[in-house]
Nanobody, 128 residues
Framework: QVQLVESGGGSVQPGGSLTLSCATS????????IAWFRQVPGKAREGISC????????YYKDSVKGRFTISRNNAENTVPLQMNDLKPEDTGVYYC?????????????????????WGRGTQVTVSS
């Protein structure tokens, strides 16, 4: 019954912006950890940002820190990811993931094996 649906992907030029959205159902955001991952062909999924189910605190990988912003819309049950100053290295399929663990050590939230619910992904392409 838990469902995650990503949207908002597309093609942009370097330096551009894009906002992704993870629409959730079947649970409340305060009871689940939510994370954004991205993947390119031939490589493992890379966790880039997380939203704590305990207190709504964000976490960012160094590669996106200062450029991406994760937030939580409890009323709409969505977790948007605002992406600014996009680089070609940001290209990939972006996935939303959720799990009920509610980690106490937030730095672990970028580990893909922690999540048992995944969306289908949305493509982001950054090129000239």
């Amino acid at each position: 019954q838990v469902q995650l649906v990503e949207s908002g992907g597309g093609s942009v030029q370097p330096g551009g912006s894009l906002t992704l959205s993870c629409a959730t159902s079947g649970f409340t955001l305060e009871e689940y950890d939510i994370a954004w991952f991205r993947q390119v062909p031939g490589k493992a999924r890379e966790g880039i940002s997380c939203m704590s189910g305990r207190d709504g605190s964000p976490y960012y990988k160094d590669s996106v820190k200062g450029r991406f912003t994760i937030s939580r819309n409890n009323a709409e049950n969505t977790v948007p990811l605002q992406m600014n100053d996009l680089k070609p290295e940001d290209t990939g399929v972006y996935y939303c993931a959720a799990d009920a663990t509610r980690l106490r050590v937030q730095a672990l939230c970028v580990k893909s094996s922690l999540y048992n619910h995944w969306g289908r992904g949305t493509q982001v392409t950054v090129s000239s």
